[in-house]
């Protein structure tokens, strides 16, 4: 990765633990300054330090790389601000930022608070517009262009017990394709991440998981940051261990028009089933196969 990002102003929010520390030791080893912005939360969001951040910076600049550490809360306006800002009172110019922290409360829909569900959408969706909005502010009258990484994940397309988490990065999708459209003009670019790599936020996941190490997931955030990159956008890629698979765009697949001028109920009980149909959720059959081991294990 020797000199990829080289004379690049990076933020990496989240980068003191996990993936966030990876991508930003992996953007300092490509030669960009890094600022490694991190509040030093536990997994739930609770007990603040500046310890994580200031022992990544630490890590970068004993391989030689350049770095400095802001524990602010990347969920608030002031704290996305200040991440963006300390970049350009230090180096002159921000050139990129990857939105990588976040936090998990699980819980089943109907037992959810509004206190669990608001702090998911804060850290993460929040957290994201927080610094696209002032990285791009910047970035737009810099006139060199730049880059936005926002991090989701494959639990957007529904999550048993992460309706939060699962909101927050779909929402997160949204966000990064719309920053993608706004931007293109200014040569920004905006993509996601959808990694799977173990740290402390998916050691407790209680079904197997395809998971791979968190510096795998570096050299494609670095890729997307740089100059060879610029003409990618608008786009999501999964990567896990060796694998990087590129995710659909949304769209319709299947339409049927009303025989009259408008559809009635009725009419669409006849008509739906037999030709715009249902698409099947990927998840649905793996919530039947358990639900039938379950039952089956009550039997016996
Ligand atoms: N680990 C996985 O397999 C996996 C899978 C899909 C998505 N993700 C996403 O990747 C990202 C990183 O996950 P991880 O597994 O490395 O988690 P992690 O818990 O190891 O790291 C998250 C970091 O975010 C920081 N943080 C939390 N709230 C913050 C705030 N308000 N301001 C600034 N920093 C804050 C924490 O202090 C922590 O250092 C998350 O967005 C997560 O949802 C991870």
């Known amino acids: 990765m020797t000199a990829y990002l080289q004379g690049k102003n990076i933020v990496v929010t989240g980068a003191g633990n996990g993936i966030g520390r990876a991508i930003a030791l992996g953007c300092a ?27 990544v910076v630490a ?7 350049t770095a400095l550490a802001l524990a602010s809360d990347i969920s608030t ?19 990129g930022a990857v939105c990588v922290a976040g936090i998990l409360r699980e819980r089943m829909i109907f037992n959810m608070t509004e206190e669990e ?21 910047i970035m737009r009258k810099q006139e060199t262009g730049g880059s936005l990484v926002g991090i989701t994940s494959g639990a957007f397309t529904g999550s048993t017990s992460q309706c939060n ?14 920053a993608a459209l706004a931007l293109k003009r200014y040569g920004i670019n905006a993509n996601c991440i959808a990694p799977s790599a173990k740290t402390r936020m ?13 510096e795998d997931v ?7 940051l740089s100059d060879q990159a610029r003409d990618i956008t608008a786009q999501v890629y999964t990567v896990v261990g060796p694998r990087i698979s590129v995710w659909a765009q949304f769209g319709e697949v ?21 030709t715009v149909g249902t698409e099947e959720h990927p998840t649905m059959a793996m919530l039947a196969a358990q639900a039938a081991q379950r039952q089956a294990a009550q039997g016996s």
């Open 29 to 55: 080893a490509a030669g960009a300054n890094v600022v490694v912005a991190d509040y030093g939360v536990s997994l739930a969001g609770s007990d603040p330090s500046s310890e994580v951040a200031d022992a």
């Open 202 to 214: 998916s050691e407790n996941v209680p079904f197997e998981i395809e998971a791979g190490e968190p």
């Open 77 to 95: 306006m002031e704290g996305g601000s200040a991440a963006v800002q300390a970049a350009v009172d230090t180096w002159g110019s921000i050139d």
């Open 117 to 137: 569900f608001d702090d998911v959408i804060r850290v993460h969706l929040k957290g994201h517009f927080t610094v696209y909005k002032h990285a791009s502010a």
């Open 218 to 224: 570096a050299p494609l955030a670095v890729y997307l």
């Open 254 to 274: 299947r339409s049927m028009f009303a025989p009259g001028s408008s559809w009635t109920p009725e009419g669409i009980e006849e008509a739906l089933p037999r």
């Open 59 to 65: 890590e970068i600049e004993a391989a030689g790389g």
């Open 165 to 178: 988490y699962s909101a927050a990065k779909g929402g997160i999708i949204s966000l990064t394709k719309s």
